[in-house]
């Protein structure tokens, strides 16, 4: 999973009743766009997340039509 700042990460929730989490990749810290990602979620929180199989990256509006190699 790569992404670039600007991305967004989506985290589905994993068990019943737990809601899902999405927030805006702020930094990404991990050799040639891999995690972890510093991500600031929607609710104000920032963390740093090792992002697991539940979780997607959506580009973001700044990177809509980057070339992805």
């Not at 989506?10 to 991990?30: C, L, Y």
């Not at 891999?34 to 199989?53: C, E, I, K, N, S």
Request: aromatic content about 4%.
């Amino acid at each position: 999973m790569n992404a670039s700042v600007g991305d967004r990460l989506h985290v589905h929730g994993n068990t019943v009743g737990q809601p899902d989490r999405a927030g805006e990749i702020v930094e990404v810290r991990g050799a040639g766009g891999g995690p972890p990602f510093v991500v600031r979620f929607d609710d104000g929180r920032t963390a740093l997340v090792f992002p697991g199989p539940d979780a997607v990256v959506e580009e973001g509006p700044r990177n809509l039509g980057r070339t992805i190699g």
